[in-house]
């Protein structure tokens, strides 16, 4: 088991953000959370991280019990990609040093390291596709190849789970679509992660990935495998409107909402 919530419940200020979420997520199935922007995504994301503690219910990630197990420890198995990591890097650090860094779950370099270290960090790039990055400095790319660059640094441990928050923001339609080609490289890894790919664009939801979770002001209102959850009935309860699904090819949907 990947991870394990029962009636997990998160309150801030009195407020419950997130609401007797239930899921599981098991060996060999990759995840996509679908949800608008203020559903709680990040949230729990946060609580998945131990960064954010849960108010009520129970949690297991990794196998390691919430409120019992040992959360340090349990960090260095999860990777995490998201565009609010962009900006924490010092612009002059060239690429394989920014992937590097990954080792030591840091921001900066502030441990020795050799030509060894470096060629591990250059191996990882071109593992995923990311070779044309090596000797660049951080300032020289764009955002798409930063992203590329936080990919592999996430994977630099060798996490057992990869969380991508909103990875793609920001990207440009090129960019989305490579970004994706590299994640598609990564599933096919002897060693590839579990995935957990949160979006507020279904056509992002590509052939990699087997199940869903539809969240929804705090709410679980869908989990289940990919095509018994992208259907017009439930995704038209999602956004509170009817919508139409169209086929974008290898297994891609687009949802365009009909208007009156």
């Known amino acids: 088991m990947i991870l394990s919530m029962k009636e997990v419940t998160y309150r801030r200020q009195g407020k419950n953000i997130l609401e007797n979420i239930s899921w599981e997520f098991e060996k060999g199935q990759t995840w996509a959370i679908l949800g608008l922007n203020g559903a709680g995504k990040s949230t729990l994301l946060r609580i998945l991280t131990a960064e954010f503690w ?30 609010f990591l962009a900006e924490r890097f010092p612009t002059d ?31 990882m790039l071109t593992s995923i596709d990311g070779a044309h990055l090596v000797g660049r400095t951080y300032a020289s790319l ?11 640094r996430s994977l630099m441990e060798s ?37 957990i790919f949160v979006t507020h664009h279904a056509e ?41 699904l169209i086929p974008l090819g290898e297994e891609r949907l687009f949802i365009k909402p009909k208007l009156s």
């Open 54 to 83: 849960k108010s009520s219910g129970d949690l297991s990630v990794l196998g390691i019990q919430f409120g019992k197990g040992d959360i340090p420890t349990l960090r260095t198995k999860i990777g995490i990609v998201g565009s």
């Open 93 to 123: 650090l060239l690429a394989e040093q920014i992937v590097l860094t990954g080792k030591y779950k840091s921001s900066i370099l502030y441990r020795e390291y050799g030509q060894k270290e470096l060629n591990e960090a250059i191996d």
């Open 142 to 152: 764009s955002q798409g190849e930063r992203q590329l660059l936080l990919i592999a």
């Open 159 to 195: 996490p057992e789970l990869l969380i991508l928050d909103e990875a793609t923001v920001g990207l440009d339609l090129l960019a989305r679509e490579r970004l994706l080609k590299h994640l598609h490289h990564i599933c096919q890894l002897e060693t590839a992660p579990a995935i």
């Open 204 to 244: 992002e939801i590509t052939a990699d990935f087997s199940h869903v979770l539809l969240l929804k002001e705090g709410k679980v209102l869908a989990q289940g495998p990919k095509e018994d959850i992208l259907t017009t009935d439930l995704l038209g309860d999602f956004y509170g409107n009817q919508v139409e």
